[in-house]
């Protein structure tokens, strides 16, 4: 009796298995998302996402130093406006001195390098924590989207390298390729949120930015998890219309959706790892139930075997720790 095939042998040591390994994570594999708010020497930690903090321009600035010493060459940026200047028509997110458009040259000042991304929604800026505008309980499609323009214009203007609109309103990529064309922004690109689920996973992010949904969810925008065949459509659309690259998001429970739309587009996919994903492996470490450096690891690589070119995630910066181990 023998075996033709003994697939141990290639599992029997660890140089072995780094010889095969077929994903591999690298530094400038992943986007850092960064919550930025008003004042000087801020540093908030979020309560649901321990070890992450919410700084003022000053400390993002330095942390933004250190990413990029460190290899990460992407961070994507999301603001916490002040109450004040919320309204319902969000005109706070194309004010050219807006906490947003400051961050991005002072990040693009410190290290003109580092590949600036910038969220492309309402709702930090809406009193009804919604992605759009809103009439008659409704958030309305075509009004939000010529708002959603203004923004990515302004973000441009402010040295912005890519607007990525996770809004999920109708024809909102094309809209915004053609108004970048118009006004010569012909290097910015466009990372479109084309699969954006409703998913309860964001929850410690609306945390982190005081911006959940004033009244009822998200689901008439986003998607119906229930759903794999809508996410082909809706990223081969936003390749159609202009995208530069798509996403899905969440990751982790969504690795079907990432490899669907990794087979079916042209251009590079990322995956958003989002806070609730974060928030879990770190509540699971804390009862002392999970190793969270394995926990980090072992979510990100199959993120990527899965098909993510790219991956958004909070633990970019304890990623590339492990993996320069
Ligand atoms: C806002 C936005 C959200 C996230 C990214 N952009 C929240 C939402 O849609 O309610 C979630 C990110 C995360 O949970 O890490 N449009």
């Known amino acids: 009796m023998y075996q033709i095939h003994r697939p141990r042998?290639?599992?029997?040591?660890?140089?072995?298995?780094?010889?095969?390994?077929?994903?591999?994570?690298?530094?400038?594999?992943f986007i850092l998302p960064l919550f930025i708010d008003e004042g000087e020497n801020v540093e908030f930690e979020i309560p649901s996402m321990p070890g992450y903090f919410r700084r003022s321009i000053d400390g993002t600035v330095k942390e933004v130093k250190e990413l990029w010493s460190m290899g990460i060459k992407s961070v994507l940026l999301f603001v916490k406006a002040p109450d004040?200047?919320?309204?319902?028509?969000?005109?706070?997110?194309?004010?050219?001195?807006?906490?947003?458009?400051?961050?991005?040259?002072?990040?693009?000042?410190?290290?003109?390098?580092?590949i600036v991304m910038t969220d492309v929604a309402l709702d930090p800026y809406s009193?009804?924590?919604?992605?759009?505008?809103?009439?008659?309980?409704?958030?309305?499609?075509?009004q939000t989207v010529e708002a959603l323009v203004k923004m990515s214009l302004s973000h441009a203007k402010a040295g912005a390298d890519f607007v990525a609109p996770s809004d999920m309103m109708d024809g909102r990529i094309?809209?915004?390729?053609?108004?970048?064309?118009?006004?010569?922004?012909?290097?910015?690109g466009i990372m479109a949120y084309s699969a954006k689920y409703a998913s309860c996973f964001y929850g410690p992010f609306r945390d982190a930015l005081d911006s959940a949904p004033g009244f009822g969810d998200k689901k008439?925008?986003?998607?119906?998890?229930?759903?794999?065949?809508?996410a082909v459509k809706e990223?081969?659309?936003?390749?159609?219309?202009?995208?530069?690259?798509?996403?899905?998001?969440?990751?982790?429970?969504?690795?079907?959706?990432i490899r669907e739309v990794?087979?079916?587009?042209?251009?590079?996919?990322?995956?958003?790892?989002?806070s609730g994903e974060y928030a879990l492996?770190?509540?699971?470490?804390?009862?002392?139930?999970?190793?969270?450096?394995?926990?980090?690891?072992?979510?990100?690589?199959?993120?990527?075997?899965?098909?993510?070119?790219?991956?958004?995630?909070?633990f970019a910066k304890d990623a590339v720790k492990l993996i320069n181990l």
Not at 127 to 142: K, L, R, S, T
Not at 177 to 184: F, G, H, P, T, V
Not at 220 to 230: G, K, L, P, S, V
């Open 281 to 314: 492996i770190k509540a699971g470490a804390k009862m002392g139930w999970i190793n969270e450096e394995k926990a980090i690891l072992e979510s990100l690589t199959s993120i990527k075997r899965a098909g993510a070119d790219l991956i958004a995630t909070y």
């Open 220 to 230: 008439t925008y986003q998607m119906d998890y229930a759903n794999r065949i809508e």
């Open 9 to 29: 042998i290639l599992r029997q040591s660890s140089a072995i298995r780094s010889l095969v390994a077929e994903t591999i994570l690298k530094p400038s594999d």
């Open 235 to 257: 990223a081969l659309m936003d390749e159609e219309e202009g995208a530069d690259i798509v996403m899905v998001k969440p990751a982790m429970a969504y690795l079907d959706i």
């Open 127 to 142: 009193i009804y924590g919604h992605d759009g505008i809103v009439e008659n309980g409704e958030i309305v499609n075509d």
């Open 262 to 274: 990794k087979n079916n587009v042209q251009i590079p996919v990322s995956a958003y790892h989002v």
């Open 84 to 114: 004040d200047l919320k309204d319902n028509t969000g005109k706070e997110a194309w004010n050219p001195d807006g906490l947003m458009q400051r961050s991005i040259k002072a990040i693009k000042d410190a290290v003109a390098e580092m």
């Open 174 to 188: 094309f809209a915004i390729r053609k108004a970048l064309e118009e006004n010569n922004f012909t290097k910015t």
